[in-house]
């Protein structure tokens, strides 16, 4: 059954681009003035770097650990990502070469240990449990970006709080902080284990990251151990007015090019797609929806390679290729979304050989007399919310936004030879 498509046009989003910054000035001057008195010559530091598309991440890595260096300490990397990389050490260490964390790049050895210590437990009974090759270090610098969580909403998202928590605890205290999560919220045993874990290890601080609409490096701070938990919660707030956003609430059928753990820890961000990692309707965001966002349908059509097969989170879509379907890596898939005990993210969607039949029953699916009417919009990932493409029945909207301007006239959509989209 083959269907009309609607014609399209691209479309530019004004978004505020951050001011650029030198980041290893701004790492390494906030490094002295808070850490300089604690760290002594000899002292090893682990330095965390965890699996999120970070802007700049080896940048502000090899930043620390030249300044550690600097002052005689003998600082190393220890991945904190929880169960990503197949809950494996050469699994969690290939995720950090792909952003350029390695020896040759930081100057610094990566200690991979999956091996962890049972610290204690929460007030409420939660098992804390964290790395024992971080415990081994004299003290511990996190590194992390602070933003919107994918799977919460509250005073604090994804940030230095979760690496504590989550990502140092390894896959085990991974999937002890989740099974807590189903029970008693994300936040408060992120808060609770984070207190217990900050009492009796040696943290130092953390260098904490925000990004803006455009994926760049807004501004980084620096921030003691004492000041982690009420200072996080402040910037957390930051993080949220710098968030970018589709510019329409109603689509009938996003498509999205790339999906992947570089992109979001869900492959798609929740906040920007209103589908949540624990169900959804196609009719509407559910009660736990981060978004207001009301999309029927979703076509991805591509895996990012720094992905290394971890599809998580293409349970969110209802339509997707055999081609990311071939590039899936189940074991690295299974490990994360049961971990995480939201299985629905590792559910295969209906897959198509082309983009060009994907889109043709996608569109069926909508029940609509005339698709050409179709409100679809394209966007190259959720990270990428500047350029895109859009429905010639989304032209009058654009025209009355000001903060939309058209970069074409309405156009037939373009594909290959091979009956797959051309590139935005």
């Not at 650990?65 to 003998?74: C, I, M, P, S």
């Not at 511990?140 to 602070?146: E, Q």
């Not at 896959?171 to 989740?178: D, F, I, M, Q, T």
């Not at 000001?402 to 594909?415: Q, V």
Request: with cysteine; proline share 5%.
């Amino acid at each position: 059954m083959s269907v009309n498509f609607p014609r399209i046009l691209t479309i530019r989003q004004s978004l505020n681009r951050a001011a650029p910054i030198d980041i290893r000035t701004s790492v390494q001057s906030q490094l002295a003035k808070t850490f300089t008195s604690q760290i002594t010559p000899g002292a090893r530091i682990a330095v965390t770097a965890g699996s999120r598309g970070i802007s700049n991440l080896q940048q502000i890595v090899s930043a620390a650990v030249d300044w550690l260096k600097e002052r005689g300490a003998e600082p190393f990397i220890v991945p904190a990502m929880g169960s990503h990389g197949g809950a494996t050490p050469e699994g969690q260490a290939s995720v950090l070469a792909d952003y350029g964390i390695t020896m040759e790049a930081v100057g610094a050895p990566v200690q991979p240990s999956m091996e962890v210590k049972l610290l204690g437990r929460t007030d409420d009974g939660v098992d804390v449990y964290f790395s024992a090759e971080a415990l081994r270090a004299d003290g511990i610098l996190l590194v992390n970006r602070i933003k919107p969580h994918t799977d919460f909403s509250g005073t604090i998202g994804s940030g230095l709080l979760k690496m504590i928590t989550v990502g140092l605890g390894k896959r085990v205290g991974a999937g002890a902080c989740h099974t807590a999560f189903a029970l008693r919220g994300h936040e408060q045993v992120i808060r609770k284990v984070a207190s217990v874990t900050l009492q009796c290890t040696p943290i130092l601080g953390g260098v904490a990251i925000l990004e803006g609409p455009f994926h760049e490096t807004a501004e980084i701070v620096v921030l003691g151990k004492e000041e982690i938990l009420a200072g996080e919660e402040q910037l957390f707030a930051r993080a949220k007015r710098l968030m970018p956003s589709l510019p329409f609430e109603d689509i009938d059928f996003l498509i999205v090019d790339q999906m992947g753990k570089n992109i979001s820890g869900s492959g798609m961000d929740p906040n920007i797609i209103g589908r949540s990692v624990y169900g959804y309707m196609s009719q509407g965001p559910t009660v736990n929806s981060l978004s207001s966002v009301k999309i029927r349908r979703i076509f991805v059509r591509d895996l990012t390679p720094e992905s290394h097969g971890n599809a998580v989170g293409i349970g969110l879509a209802d339509l997707t290729t055999s081609r990311l379907v071939r590039a899936m890596d189940p074991q690295a898939i299974y490990v994360n979304a049961l971990t995480a005990l939201a299985p629905i993210i590792a559910k295969i969607p209906i897959y198509f050989e082309t983009d060009s039949e994907a889109i043709n029953w996608g569109l069926t699916s909508l029940g609509m007399s005339d698709t050409k009417a179709a409100r679809v919009v394209r966007i190259a990932s959720t990270l990428s919310l500047e350029v895109m493409q859009v429905a010639e029945a989304l032209y009058d909207r654009v025209m009355d936004d000001e903060k939309l301007s058209a970069l074409d006239p309405p156009h037939e959509m373009k594909f290959d030879s091979h009956q797959n989209l051309l590139p935005i």
